[in-house]
């Protein structure tokens, strides 16, 4: 699976609004609720209980949010984008920017872990994570992530 098969230009939000952690997962939930039909509480709770375990701020200015729930049938991916930067408990201790929140079914682990490991991969290369920064709409995120996924 590619990451554009789980990511739907109606859960890419360019220029996030929220100032810390729980309003990030809150907004990039809100989409995610409305394109699965499940509660978005029960999302932002799933995501919060896996924060605690340990942030999922990559470091390098990324968030990767994510979590499993029995209430899906696929997985779906949000995109987020905050123009200020957002204190996401990151490994490296700076501000977080670009966002990308993975919702897998419970009984799918290793698809869970192929989708993690692809966006960790697509964010490693160093031109992709600028494009991302200097994003305007979501079909240029689309755009950017169709071009890299050749390459992966």
Known sequence: MKILDALHDEAIIIGLKASRKVEVIQELATPVAELTGVDRELLVRVLMERERLGSTGIGGGIGIPHGKLKELDAPVLAFGLSHQGVDFESMDGRPTYIFFLLLTPDDSAGLHL?????????????????QLMKVKSPLDVIKIIKAAEVDI
């Not at 192929?114 to 600028?130: F, G, M, T, V």
């Open 114 to 130: 192929k989708l993690l490991a692809s966006i960790s991969k697509l964010l490693k290369q160093e031109a992709i994570k600028e």
